[in-house]
């Protein structure tokens, strides 16, 4: 089982960065996926998450409206599309893939998810 996930980097506020999380080794069709983020020195917090059975996203309120998950499940890849960042954005940013059930109350917690990525560092300068 393996989560990769890519496509940090360094951006100034505004700009934008598109996450990738390329998924291999079980069945992705059957998970659900989201991306944390953790920022230094605080806890590990759900930015967004794309449901298994439909395709339902949720967000965080600290990130709706500026980022936008998506699925490919053909290629057992989820991306997360981030616009309008600003230095509170600046953390490490994880996949993680889980049957998350009750989905609406659980989504945004780590323990909810079986699998992890290592990480994708964003950088966002002010």
């Known amino acids: 089982v393996q989560l990769q996930a890519s496509g940090g980097g360094l951006v100034q506020t505004g700009g934008s960065l598109r996450l990738s999380c390329a998924a291999s080794?079980?069945?992705?069709?059957?998970?659900?996926i989201s991306w944390f983020r953790q920022a230094p020195g605080k806890e590990r917090e759900g930015a967004s998450c794309?449901?298994?059975?439909?395709?339902?996203?949720y967000y965080a309120g600290s990130v709706r409206g500026r980022f936008t998950i998506s699925r490919d499940n053909a290629r057992a890849t989820v991306y997360l599309d981030m616009n309008r960042l600003g230095p509170e954005d600046t953390a490490v940013y994880y996949c993680?893939?889980?049957?998350?059930?009750?989905?609406?109350?659980?989504?945004?917690?780590?323990?909810?998810?079986?699998?992890w990525g290592q990480g994708t560092l964003v950088t966002v300068s002010s």
């Open positions: 993680a893939a889980g049957v998350v059930r009750p989905i609406q109350s659980t989504w945004a917690r780590p323990g909810a998810y079986d699998y």
């Open positions: 080794g079980f069945s992705f069709d059957d998970y659900t």
């Open positions: 794309i449901r298994r059975s439909d395709g339902y996203k």
